[in-house]
């Protein structure tokens, strides 16, 4: 099969009204600082939202007010004057802008000139505001009404086979919402429930379960204030999580050791000033955040892992040699984990060549990490993608929880393990039901409640659903939000694929290349946002969301809807449902769309243990959390017992080209500076000092020179497989960067076309985005 050679999104916009000559050069100020307060300037100023947007700010992630939409981390019980970050803020803006895209908008442009458009014009048109139906006879969307709209979705779905359906969700939506969403795919009689998770921090899920028996991390932000080291893992905090810089930055400031695993120097993990602090703004120098940093070859945690393991059994053996205290926490060792037997083993067996060569770092490097973590009492292990989109992502989540068992840092006050999750609801929505996997749903209580018989057929996660649309056994897609043609791998194959579903029905906020795309029959439905007042018969409602430390917090919304036609998201899914299911005498979902707080009172009465008495608890300061076994050495493995566990390979992409001196390099495709995830904010990536354009590719000098290519010159990316696909992006230029050798990096979501969907973690599979095997070439 041979793709056309692909240059994706055809063409690439500046910031309308001031185009933007692409330039590199590398950003010498801190994250934070006065960039960060003028980049909040731009994007207010941008979206036409300026005093809105200030006053809606001051209510972003406070008591009473909205839990913000960008990234997932904990929001505190006494919070900062002002609660949010440079992309928190960009969030904001992007969501409450007045700009608005209707039905003249759709009148004027035909889908197939829509494809032609890039990811930042399409949502860069402003807020959905009305529902819409795609026309085949004019190849626009025309104005449809929500009774129409759920009538023959409701009728579509009843004709299909209930297997053929997938309800997909990005992880923005509320607990209220993902409960029904999840509820209403069960009634309907599949768990065919994928979610962004599932490219994301599934490795997560499956690997903490296996390892210390609860599928999320343990630490929560007091954690943050009692710990005396940090190792900090494949996370980019200056982007993505920006508002963790001011706990890193209390850690750093009271001399807590910051030690950083990351293939790339990101400007968050070396240098901060917050833009709140009067004082540092005016000329306090920046805070050091690593105090030592480590450029990992991407895919060589697990080998460094090892090679730290090994410098503290070494320590340890040392030690009882001398009759001084233990290195290894032996007693929680013996008392609370099964495997250590077997990982020593490996361990010990594992020569130094092997570890540097597979790690890219030094045996002094990792001894001089280890040194630090063997000191210390209470150590915290962060992580993100850098280690859980691999080809053995589980592994890397195996290894890091393997680290902090060795000396007994789980479950005790200032340690734990904290992968850094991405959506704000991710974690929340897979609390309240949504996955594909039967067995992690409380099939009991749902039978007991609504008196059916819940599917126990496993259902899709997101390659899978790839898959079934590849081979024709999916006929219809329903998404809670997100972007997924956009999101997946493989986006060249898989276009052709979505153009051949039966039904395809987008809730959404912003118009983007999944909505574009589309089935015969495609709806496209306009929703509020977290940020919306939401009215349910006169009376306002409020949310719910759990952060990434477990944490439960209310959400009320603060602007006006951007029109009269759009509806929530708890009404539209109530909608769908009440038009496609048969009458329960137990559900009323008319009752449950127009009072939130019965949601709440249906989730408590599914899911006591943590969220009973979820009303009254709601406004808690500081979010109420949920209990978490970990945190108390009670271990909900097989074994009940945590779990240490031997790695399988060195190299956590085993089918990467092993000679050194290879043609094939391993891509990382991450985040810029101004985006989430498929939204576009602007072509300008501050901290890795790039302007105007996203189609780069990050590359060390070395390999620039080895490959016969040039600073600057425009290139051809191809991936390295033999499945017969010829899969290529060009026009890429290069940018000569701080990259270990033999690996290159370029934004997602441009690159995705690169990425074989069969190449995806093998335990949870994540598609193993931060090592794609490719070539380079220079454009001919
Ligand atoms: N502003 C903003 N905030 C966001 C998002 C956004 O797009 N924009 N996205 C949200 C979502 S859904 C998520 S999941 C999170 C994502 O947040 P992150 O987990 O930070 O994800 P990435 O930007 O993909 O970057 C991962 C980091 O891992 C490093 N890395 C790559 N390969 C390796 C490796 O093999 N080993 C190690 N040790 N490091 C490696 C990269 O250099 C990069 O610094 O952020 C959330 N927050
Ligand atoms: N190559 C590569 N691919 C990746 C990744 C990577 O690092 N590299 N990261 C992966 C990760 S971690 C993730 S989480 C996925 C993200 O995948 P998704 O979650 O599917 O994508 P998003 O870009 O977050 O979705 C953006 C869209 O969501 C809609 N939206 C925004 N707010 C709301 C709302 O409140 N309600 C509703 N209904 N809709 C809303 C808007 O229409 C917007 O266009 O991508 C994955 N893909
Ligand atoms: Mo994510």
């Known amino acids: ?283 306090a120098p920046a805070t050091r955040i690593s105090s030592q940093y480590h450029a990992v070859k991407a895919g060589g945690d697990t080998a460094a892992i090892l090679g730290i393991s090994k410098v503290l059994l070494d320590l340890d053996d040392r030690a009882r040699a001398a009759g001084e205290p233990r290195v290894l926490d032996v007693d929680f060792i013996a008392t609370h984990t099964q495997g250590f037997e077997a990982y020593a083993d490996c361990v010990r067996g594992t020569g130094w060549n092997e570890i540097e060569a597979a790690s890219g770092l030094s045996r002094a490097a990792l001894t001089e990490a280890a040194s630090v973590y063997a000191k210390a009492d209470k150590v915290i292990g962060v992580y993100g993608m850098g280690l859980t989109q691999h080809r053995l992502g589980v592994q890397n989540v195996h290894m890091i929880t393997n680290l902090l068992l060795l000396r007994g840092m789980i479950g005790k006050p200032g340690a734990g393990v904290c992968p850094v999750r991405g959506h704000s609801n991710v974690q929340g929505q897979r609390t309240v039901g949504i996955t594909e996997k039967p067995e992690m749903v409380p099939n009991d209580k ?123 998201e708890p009404a539209i899914v109530a909608g769908i449902a009440q038009a496609t299911l048969a009458a329960n005498p137990n559900i009323d979902w008319v009752a449950w769309s127009s009072d939130y707080s019965k949601i709440r009172d249906a989730i408590a009465a599914t899911y006591p243990e943590i969220f009973h008495g979820f009303n009254d608890r709601l406004w808690e300061p500081g979010g109420f959390h949920r209990p978490l076994p970990a ?33 094939v390099l391993r891509l990382i495709t991450l985040r810029s500076n101004d985006q989430f995830n498929t939204t576009v904010y602007g072509y300008d990536d501050r901290f890795r000092g790039i302007v105007g354009t996203r189609m780069v590719l990050l590359m060390n000098i070395a390999d620039i020179e080895r490959l016969g290519l040039a600073t600057g010159a425009l290139v051809t990316a191809s991936t390295w497989a033999h499945d017969g696909i010829t899969r290529e992006i060009c026009g890429l230029r290069v940018v000569a960067y701080d990259i270990p050798s033999g690996c290159c990096a370029g934004y997602y979501p441009e690159l995705n076309a690169l990425i074989p969907l069969w190449h995806h973690a093998q335990a949870s599979k994540v598609p193993a985005a931060k090592s794609i095997p490719v070539r380079i070439r220079a454009a001919s």
Not at 154 to 167: C, I, K, M
Not at 213 to 223: R, S
Not at 639 to 659: C, E, G, H, I
């Open 446 to 568: 749902l039978r007991e409640l609504y008196g059916f018989e819940p599917p126990m057929r496993k259902g899709l996660n997101t390659v899978e659903a790839c898959e079934g649309m590849l081979d024709g056994s999916v006929r219809a897609f329903l998404s809670l939000g997100g972007n997924f043609m956009r999101a997946i791998p493989d986006t060249q194959v898989m276009e052709p694929a979505w153009r051949r579903l039966r039904l395809s029905v987008q809730i959404a906020t912003k118009l983007n290349r999944s909505h574009v795309i589309h089935g015969e029959i495609a709806y496209l439905l306009p929703c509020l946002g977290r940020i919306d007042i939401d009215r349910q018969s006169g009376v306002e409602q409020v949310v719910s969301v759990e952060d990434s430390t477990g944490c439960m917090h209310g959400s009320r919304g603060q602007v006006e809807p951007p029109g009269p036609l759009v509806k929530s």
């Open 1 to 283: 099969m041979h793709l056309p050679r692909a240059l994706w999104p055809g063409r690439e916009l500046s910031m309308p009204g001031k185009t933007r000559k692409p330039s590199f050069k590398p950003y010498t100020g801190p994250a934070g600082g006065w960039g960060s307060a003028k980049s909040v300037n731009q994007i207010l100023r941008h979206e036409r939202v300026y005093i809105e947007g200030a006053k809606t700010l001051i209510e972003q992630n406070r008591p009473k007010g909205f839990a913000c939409v960008s990234c997932a981390w904990a929001k505190p019980a006494k919070p900062h004057a002002l609660e949010f970050c440079e992309n928190g803020a960009k969030a904001t803006a992007w969501e409450i802008t007045p700009k608005r895209v209707g039905a003249e908008f759709f009148a004027q442009h035909r889908l197939s000139e829509l494809e032609q458009w890039s990811d930042y014009e399409l949502e860069a048109q402003g807020r959905l505001t009305e529902p819409l139906r795609w026309d085949a006879g004019s190849d626009r969307y025309l104005p449809v009404s929500w009774e129409q709209a759920f009538a023959e979705i409701g009728a579509e779905l009843r004709a299909l086979d209930p297997q053929s359906a997938v309800f997909y969700a990005s992880g923005r939506a509320s607990l209220e919402t993902a409960y029904l969403w999840a509820l209403m795919a069960r009634l309907y009689g599949n768990n065919n429930l994928p979610d962004s998770s599932n490219m994301c921090h599934e490795s997560t899920s499956v690997g903490l379960a296996q390892s210390i028996g609860v599928p999320v991390g343990t630490c929560t932000l007091e954690d943050f204030n009692q710990t005396d080291c940090i190792l900090f893992f494949g996370q980019n905090v200056g982007s993505n999580s920006p508002r963790l810089l001011h706990d890193l930055q209390q850690a750093a400031r009271r001399g807590v050791p910051i030690i950083t695993f990351n293939p790339l120097k990101e400007r968050g993990l070396e240098r901060f000033r917050n833009p709140q602090s009067p004082l540092q703004m005016l000329g």
């Open 631 to 663: 945190r108390e050495r009670r271990w909900k493995t097989d074994s009940q017992k945590a779990n240490f566990f031997a790695p399988q390979s060195l190299d956590t992409d085993p089918d990467m080209p092993l000679d050194a001196r290879t043609q």
